[in-house]
């Protein structure tokens, strides 16, 4: 099973980034997909879930209303769409995945079996 996350880059404040995670070895449908985040020097944070079973999403308080999910089945990719950028979304964004994500613990780093390699998004003032 590998995860690949692409999209990062360098945004100004307020614009707008398109972050993919690409499955292999898996189906994005059977897998329910969690996107975390991690800035040097402090613990990686939970962002978003796109859970398996009717395709539902939650999102981090902190960007709640700005960043959205979705999922192409045919691609076994979900991308994690981020709009009204901030200063403080700039961080290495990893993508995570596993068969069973229970909603309470969907937050844990431990809940999730595979992860991808991170894409970097720094998002300036």
């Known amino acids: 099973v590998q995860l690949q996350a692409s999209g990062g880059g360098l945004v100004q404040a307020g614009g707008s980034l398109r972050l993919s995670c690409a499955a292999s070895g898996l189906s994005s449908r059977t897998y329910t997909t969690g996107w975390f985040r991690q800035v040097p020097g402090k613990e990686r944070e939970f962002v978003a879930v796109?859970?398996?079973?009717?395709?539902?999403?939650h999102f981090a308080d902190s960007v709640k209303g700005r960043f959205t999910l979705s999922r192409d089945s045919a691609k076994n990719t979900v991308y994690l769409q981020m709009n009204s950028l901030k200063p403080e979304d700039t961080a290495v964004y990893y993508c995570a995945a596993s068969e069973q994500v229970i909603y309470s613990t969907r937050y844990r780093e431990s809940s999730y079996g595979f992860w991808g390699q991170g894409t970097q998004v720094t998002v300036s003032s």
């Open positions: 796109f859970f398996r079973s009717g395709s539902s999403t």
